[in-house]
Each structure stands twice: as C-alpha cells, then as structure tokens.
Antibody
C-alpha cells in the first residue's frame, strides 16, 4: 500500500523557515518524480515544486522560486521541502504527491499525503 | 502560465442525474488534462488523466473528454458519494503545473 506521510509543519513568523519531510512507502520511491502541492484554506490546489526521480532535476512555481528548495533522499525514501523567507501568503496545507508513472515527468498525481499545515503569522 | 477556468462554479443536482463539468484552458494543452475529486478534509483524488483515461479504481460512471482547450468531466448517474469539489489540472505547459479554481457539486 502506497503511503506518504508529511511532517514538519507548524506556526512560524514571517521571514522564518521550516523544513517539511515526506516519508514514502509501498512503492519504489527512487523511480518516481515527486511534487509538493499546497492548498490555502478554502482555495484550490496550487503546485509548488517538483523533482525528478533519478537525476533530481527541480522545478518551482514563480511564487516560491528562490525561497523554497525541494530535495530527495532516495536511500531514505524521503522527500523534503526547505522553506525560507516565509510569507503570510505561504500559509496552507502542504501535500506531498506521487506522480502517476515511473521514470517520467507525467505530472499527474495518483497518491497524496494527508498534508502538513504551515501557518505564517506574527 | 496556462490558466484553467472551470464552469459552473457550483452545480446543484440530485442523485441519479447526469453531471457535466467544464474546464477551459487559456492555451492548447493537447490531451494533457486531468480531473481530481476532493471531499472535505481529504486530499484530492485523481479521477481522469490525459483527458479521458480513468485512474485505477475509478468507477465507469466517470468519463472525460476533450482536447486542445475545452474539456468535460461527465458523471453519468450521480451517487451520494460523488458530491464534492472537482478540479482540473494541466501538465502540457509546465512549469508551472496549474489547477482550475474548482466546481462544487452539491446535492439539490
């Protein structure tokens, strides 16, 4: 059974940092591209960042480029999102999401975690 | 950025009725359009990808159609568990991947 378990969310002041983790199990993590998708309260999903499977190419939404860093540790089956210079508008539930097909950047997501809540407020 | 516009914003129907949801892209996305269902307190669930392919485990009452800029999600006969919010998402022109703003399907 595929499982994605996010952790690391919390309350942080504007300008602060947080690191989200996503522990993956039930599939061959190293062969799938992964993404972070966030959802602000009452809003639709917003794609944040993606990382390819083996070569680790990274992609970012303009809204987080230069502030967020996605990474992965295939030996630990874990995805990360380092979030720096956080703003109030980054407040959202952050989901880790698995792409549908292995060894491809077919960016549709068939499994999602339960989400990690990030609140940026003074 | 490819903007996805969903209509209607809210659709009120009764169980057993047919639901037709629309997603229009601001530029050509070929067939690379997906549909997700989201219920309160849950993550989105992939229903349809590449415009018309049903994801694993999705009931046959869900179907997708379209190409280019105009897409439709059809639910042939609504079940009580189908009342939720539906989002479209494109992967043709990325980054960024983009989602529509959603259609709320509510019980009439």
């Amino acid at each position: 059974e595929v499982q994605l378990l996010e952790s690391g969310g919390g309350l942080v002041q504007p300008g602060g940092s947080l690191r989200l983790s996503c522990a993956a199990s039930g599939f061959t993590f190293s062969t799938y591209a992964m993404s972070w998708v966030r959802q602000a309260p009452g809003k639709g999903p917003e794609w944040v960042s993606a990382i390819t499977d083996s070569d680790g190419r990274t992609f970012y939404a303009d809204s987080v480029k230069g502030r967020f860093t996605i990474s992965r540790d295939n030996s630990q089956n874990t995805l990360y999102l380092q979030m720096d210079s956080l703003r109030a508008e980054d407040t959202a539930l952050y989901y880790c999401a698995k792409t549908l097909h292995p060894a491809a950047t077919t960016m549709n997501f068939d499994y999602w975690g339960q989400g990690a809540l990030v609140t940026v407020s003074s | 950025e490819t903007v996805l516009t969903q209509s209607p914003a809210t659709l009120s129907l009764s169980p057993g009725e047919r639901a037709t949801l629309s997603c229009r892209a601001s530029q050509n996305v070929e067939i690379y359009l997906a549909w997700y269902q989201q219920k309160p307190g849950q993550a989105p669930r992939l229903l349809i990808y590449d415009a018309s392919k049903r994801a694993t485990g999705v009931p046959a009452r869900f179907s997708g159609s379209g190409s280019g800029t105009d897409f439709t999600l059809t639910i042939s006969s609504l079940e009580p568990e189908d009342f939720a919010i539906y989002y479209c998402q494109q992967r043709r022109n990325w980054p960024p991947l983009t989602f529509g703003q959603g259609t709320r399907l509510e019980i009439k």
